[in-house]
C-alpha cells in the first residue's frame, strides 16, 4: 500500500510540474492579451471609423474570432502594442523615433484624410490652403473674411503634438512638427469633443479625420475648390491625405497575422471601400508625394 501512494503521489508532482509549465507557456508575456477566441485592438478611434468596426464584425462572422475595440488615440495604438499590453492597435500617424515605439510595426490599410469642419449653418463651402494656415495661426479671425457672416472664429485643435491628428496637420499644414498653436486656438484632449463643438457652435472651425467627420453632423470645407471624396483622395486632387495603419508588435501572434491577412485580402479591402475609406490599391499613387512631403519635414514614417 504505501508504494502504491508514493507511486501516486509522485505521479501528482509530475502532473503538477506539467500543469504549472503549461500555464507558463499560456501566459508568456506575447500571450497575455490573447484570451482564447478575442483579439484585442486599441487606439485611434478614426482608424475605427474608417475601417476597424466593419473588419472586425466581418471576421468574426467569418472566422468566430472576436475583436475587442478599445480608443484612446493613435499614440495609445502604438505604444501599447510596442509594450505587449494589446494584441493590435489603429495609428492615424507613422512611428516616431522613439524607445516606446520602437517594438511596433505599422501594416498599411488605407487612406484617410485631414478635414476642416466648420458648423453646418455656416454658409462658407470653400478655403483656400493659405487662409486655413491665416486661422490656425490667428492672423484670419472672422468669418467675413472668408466671406462668410461677420462672426468671430473660433478656432478649436486636438491637444497635443503627437497625437493623430495633431501630428498629421502640423505635418502636412505647417511642414512643423513641434508647431506651437496660438492662445486663440482652444486645446481639447481628443477629437471627440472637438467634433462636438463645430457640431454646436455656429463660429467654429476645427481639424479632424475624414472618416470621422463623416459620422457627424459637421460640413467639410473644400480646400482649393477639391472636396474630400473618396475619389479626390485616392488621385491626390484632395492634398491633405493620409495612411491609415494596423499597429503590431515586432514579432506578431499568429491570430493576429491571420487577420491582417484577411484585411489585406481582397474581401477585406471590399469591406474597407464599402465603408467609404480609400484603399490600399485605390490610393496606390499617393505613396511618393506623401513620401516627399514626410521628407520636407524631416518626418521618420516607419514601416509600411
Known amino acids: 500500500m504505501k ?14 510540474v506539467a500543469v504549472v509549465t503549461y500555464l507558463e507557456k499560456e501566459q508568456s508575456p506575447d500571450e497575455t492579451y490573447l484570451a482564447g477566441n478575442e483579439i484585442r485592438w486599441v487606439g485611434c478611434g478614426i482608424s475605427k471609423k474608417a475601417f476597424m468596426a466593419g473588419l472586425a464584425n466581418a471576421y468574426e462572422k467569418k472566422t468566430g474570432t472576436r475583436i475587442s475595440l478599445e ?44 478635414v ?9 463651402t470653400d478655403i483656400s490652403f493659405g487662409n486655413v494656415k491665416a486661422v490656425f495661426k490667428g492672423e484670419i479671425e472672422n468669418w467675413k473674411e472668408l466671406g462668410g457672416p ?13 497625437s493623430g491628428v495633431g501630428r498629421m496637420v502640423r505635418e502636412l499644414l505647417f511642414k512643423d512638427p513641434v508647431y506651437e498653436f496660438g492662445s486663440q486656438v482652444t486645446l481639447m484632449k481628443s477629437s471627440g469633443p472637438v ?24 460640413k467639410m470645407l473644400k480646400i482649393q475648390g477639391h472636396a474630400p471624396t473618396s475619389e479626390n483622395i485616392a488621385n491626390g ?7 491609415l495603419y494596423l499597429v503590431t508588435s515586432r514579432t506578431p501572434l499568429p ?7 484577411f484585411a489585406r485580402s481582397e474581401e477585406g479591402q471590399r469591406i474597407i471601400a464599402n465603408e467609404g475609406t480609400v484603399t490600399v490599391k485605390q490610393g496606390a499613387g499617393l505613396w511618393r508625394p506623401y513620401r516627399k512631403s514626410m521628407k520636407d519635414v524631416k518626418a521618420k514614417l516607419g514601416s509600411y
Not at 492615424?92 to 524607445?99: A, M, Y
Not at 454646436?200 to 472618416?211: E, K, L
Not at 491570430?255 to 491577412?261: D, G, L, R, S
Request: a positive charge; proline letters at 3%; charged letters at 25%.
Open 116 to 124: 476642416v469642419i466648420a458648423n453646418p449653418s455656416n454658409p462658407v
Open 195 to 218: 467634433e462636438k463643438l463645430v457640431e454646436q457652435d455656429r463660429g467654429a472651425i476645427a481639424f479632424t479625420g475624414v472618416s470621422s467627420a463623416k459620422k457627424r453632423n459637421v
Open 237 to 243: 486632387s484632395y492634398i491633405l491625405y493620409r495612411p
Open 255 to 261: 491570430a493576429v497575422t491571420e487577420f491582417i491577412k
Open 71 to 114: 480608443g484612446g488615440g493613435a499614440t495609445r495604438g502604438i505604444r501599447d502594442v510596442a509594450a505587449g499590453k494589446a494584441d493590435m492597435g489603429g495609428s492615424c500617424r507613422h512611428l516616431l523615433p522613439v524607445l516606446e515605439e520602437k517594438n511596433a510595426k505599422l501594416v498599411h490599410l488605407g487612406w484617410d484624410a485631414l
Open 150 to 162: 461677420d462672426m468671430q472664429i473660433k478656432v478649436a485643435a486636438r491637444q497635443g503634438k503627437i
Open 3 to 16: 508504494k502504491l501512494l508514493g507511486a501516486v503521489g509522485f505521479l501528482l508532482v509530475i502532473a503538477g
